[in-house]
Nanobody, 128 residues
């Protein structure tokens, strides 16, 4: 069992930047988790959770079209932390952001049903 913990959310004005982080632990001994794959998703009330960015284990990074060239997904050199750098934020980027891992297949990396491990989310609010 894996525990994923996101951080870095907050409130910013349009055009601002945030960097989200996600660390994981293998339970029950909380051994640092290694992200062989990872994804970031977001959800707003009343809408389905949508994939924003992913790093599958085949290395083919993918982004939702509306965030391409503004968001960057990455891992640290130890692969113990997953990041999402967000720049030039827009109000429509607001939502609860989740990190995910444990990808079942790399061929649909922005679909949430492809992941087995999830964090609790960190809130991002972008004001106009």
């Amino acid at each position: 069992q894996v525990e994923l913990v996101e951080s870095g959310g907050g409130s910013v004005q349009a055009g601002g930047s945030l960097r989200l982080s996600c660390v994981g632990f293998q339970l029950p001994y909380r051994v640092p988790y290694t992200f062989s794959d990872g994804g970031w998703f977001r959800q707003v009330p009343g809408k389905e959770r949508e994939g924003v960015a992913s790093i599958p284990y085949n290395g083919l990074i993918d982004y939702k079209d509306s965030v391409r060239d503004r968001f960057t997904i990455s891992r640290d050199t130890t692969r113990n932390t997953l990041y999402l750098q967000m720049k030039n934020l827009r109000p429509e980027d607001s939502g609860l952001y989740f990190c995910a891992s444990g990808m079942k297949s790399p061929w649909a990396p922005l679909l949430d049903e492809m992941y087995t491990e999830w964090g609790q989310g960190t809130q991002v609010n972008v004001s106009a």
